[in-house]
């Protein structure tokens, strides 16, 4: 027989039971959100579609105020709140006692409605990115919350989105957002893989291919497709044709509708979509179409600073392209009247040649061929990314010399600029060394998104939205500045900058980093521990410094497998992760070792394992945050051993010690830490506070821990003993109320 894994969700203190499917219906009380039929705006549309909603069978109502349709209006919270008011208090009205749901982003918002109408459950597309508040808001509510992945925001997540393994990406995004959330208490949570939202038809269809996958989540999934174009799309006409039962609604029937399984999809996929290194981006889309259709773009600019343009021109009309300096010797008549008169400025006397920038060619005058007058250079110089594309030669001098130096370096293994370079400098490079070389000056290109406000709207001083870049440093220094944008978003995506998301970034990373290093600084002053004259003997080291070291070698390699990827927000969440561990677990459970009187062994274990992981985590950390690393080297490093390099700048990246990776063990302690949020959460629900001892915790598992992790969960938790078990039937009561509503019709 088969079984099931029974799941439910806590809805307003009633049991939601989540092993069969339960429908969420649509009302969007919003002007211009994706599907027309859902926008209700009226008191009477909105009760006719909410008693729709129910009739049809839908156990949840999600009521939307905020479009997150593509290049929607842009709405305040206050715009927003006042439009949920009005749905929230006609459904509360006319369906008292349905569930419902929010959809928003806004952690303020989330807490007016639970509080103010009794919403039951939240539904965040950003899944607390758009509101670092959100996930801190939640675990105060207490209330289901479904996270749903989303590339970009609203406004920009259809721009060529765009994923080097998707799945892969999606549960990383995922994996992430749980832990979080596990680690603040929020026990109902609920995985939306975000179909439409930050990708294409090709992503949906891959997305859905795997969702059996998504079960090692063992948590509930929100699929949304009702109504999108991945369906229409793929069998062809329009939303229109597709809805009313056409022949292209006939196909989909016939493969069984949205309630068939999805083998029909893997098949289909297979046929038609085509592989991700095929699918659209910037490089084939929007530079490939630019190539194909290059044209003509302005090269003069009315600027002083750039270089003149060759054009000199006479009254009389005539306009002559000088070629070179000979040329324009044998052409001008004052051509020494210059050179002598700018000698001392130009400093090129002895060569006898005028300086090619302004002001110095403005002087020099050429005569007109037809007329005989003297012509002048037209004002004008050429646009700076005209001739940006001579940049790999022309740095080292070339052909002239240093051959090679430029043979060397050319071409390059991967420039950066950002999307606007289309025409500019991705164009120029390539024309240039095609012409020159016959092959492409790069070999990679990482495309920047642009910067925008925290709105998602372009940055324009007539709008009064824009940031003045050197306050913003003078405000909150060039380290947080980086980190957060190494960590807000893919960098080919547009970036939100907010003043308060750089804060939290800084303090959740560079705030813990120097957190920990200010401990260890602490206690070694104190001790006069100096780690040149010891060494780290892995042999003597206690399981917690083993686990350490093995985070700590998993981190580097993954951090160097990410950047040689340039997958950089990637390294840059792996260097958060260990940091986190390393101070709120490791630094915390050793403490007691670094208080010990003497210098016993186990001191110096724990004083070289936290040296060593923080040194090396530095040096992994430098490209990143280049000021507050060298601080911790040179007080680390340089104030001990003078023949350390001048710099940790100067050092290698960190090599991997591939023998002190245990996966057992990190996977082990990875199960002790969800075990302990778990049991910090049951103890929050229970209100039992945990200096109160308790006698015995039982953990669902179908794993085993050593007796040393369990003491550790016995000491964490404050009970006497931990017994893993398979079943927890005995421990499980069931109340049943029936809705009354459906038991009427009977």
Known sequence: METKTVKYINVNGKLMDLSHPQVMGILNVTPDSFYAGSRQQTEKDIINRTSQIIEEG???????????????????????????????????????????????????????????????????????????????????????????????????????????????????????????????????????????????????????????????????LLVGISRKSMIYKLLGGTLKETMTMNEQTRKWQAYGGANANTDWFKEFYNDWVPSQEHSLSIGKGRFGDWLENVQDWGVSRNRYWGTPLNIWECECGCQHAIGSQAELKSMSPNYTDVVKKYAKEMDQEANGEVELHR???????????????????????????????????????????????????????????????????????????TLLFNKAPYENVIVLGLVQDENGQKMSKSKGNAVDPFDAL??????????????????????????KTVVEGQRKFMGTLWNTYAFFVLYANIDNFDATKYSLEYDKLAVMDKWLLSRLESTVKAVDDNLANYRIPEAAKALQSFVDDMSNWYVRRSRERFWAKGMEQDKINAYMTLYTALVTVAKAAAPMIPF????????????????????????????????????KMEEDMADLLEIVVMGRAARNTANIKNRQPIGTMYVKSEFQLSEFYKEIIEDELNVKEVVFKDDIADFISYSFKPQMRTVGRF
């Not at 990406?169 to 949570?189: H, M």
């Not at 060619?361 to 002048?376: A, E, L, N």
């Not at 380290?479 to 970036?495: C, G, K, N, Q, V």
Request: charged letters at 20%; one cysteine or more.
């Open 474 to 499: 003078q405000t909150y220094g060039a380290d947080a500045i980086r980190w957060y944008f190494y960590t807000s978003s893919a960098p080919w995506l547009p970036s939100r900058f907010a003043g």
């Open 58 to 220: 839908a156990s949840i109502i999600d009521i939307g105020a905020y479009s997150s349709r593509p290049n929607a209006e842009h709405i305040s919270p206050e715009e927003e709140m006042r439009r949920l008011r009005t749905g929230l208090e006609i459904i509360n009205r006319y369906h008292p006692g349905c569930v419902v749901s929010v959809d928003t982003f806004r952690a303020d918002v989330a807490r007016m409605c639970v509080e103010e109408y009794g919403v039951a459950i939240i539904n965040d597309i950003a899944a607390g990115e758009m509101d670092p508040q959100m996930f801190d808001m939640i675990a105060r509510l207490g209330v289901p919350y479904i996270i749903m992945h989303m590339q970009g925001t609203p406004q920009n997540m259809q721009m060529n989105p765009h994923y080097d393994n998707l799945l892969k990406e999606v549960f990383l995004y995922f994996s992430e957002k749980v832990q979080k959330l596990r680690d603040l208490g929020v026990k109902d949570i609920i995985l939306d893989p975000g179909f439409g939202f930050g990708k294409t038809v090709e992503h949906n269809y891959q997305l859905m291919n795997h969702l059996e996958e998504f079960s090692l989540f063992e948590l509930p």
């Open 628 to 663: 507050m690393t060298e601080d911790i080297y040179q007080n680390l490093v340089k104030s001990i051993d003078a023949s350390a390099p001048e710099s940790i700048h100067l050092c290698d990246f960190p090599e991997v010690h591939e023998n002190w990776i245990d996966p």
């Open 359 to 433: 002001p110095f060619i403005d002087d020099v005058t050429i005569t007109c061929p037809k007329c005989g007058k003297q012509m002048h250079r037209v004002p004008e110089v050429i646009d700076c990314w005209f001739d940006s594309g001579s940049m790999p030669f022309a740095q080292h001098h070339y052909p002239f010399e240093n051959k090679e130096t430029f043979e060397k370096q050319f071409p390059a293994q991967f420039i950066s600029e950002a999307v606007d370079q289309t025409r500019g400098w991705f164009y120029s490079l390539l024309a240039i060394s």
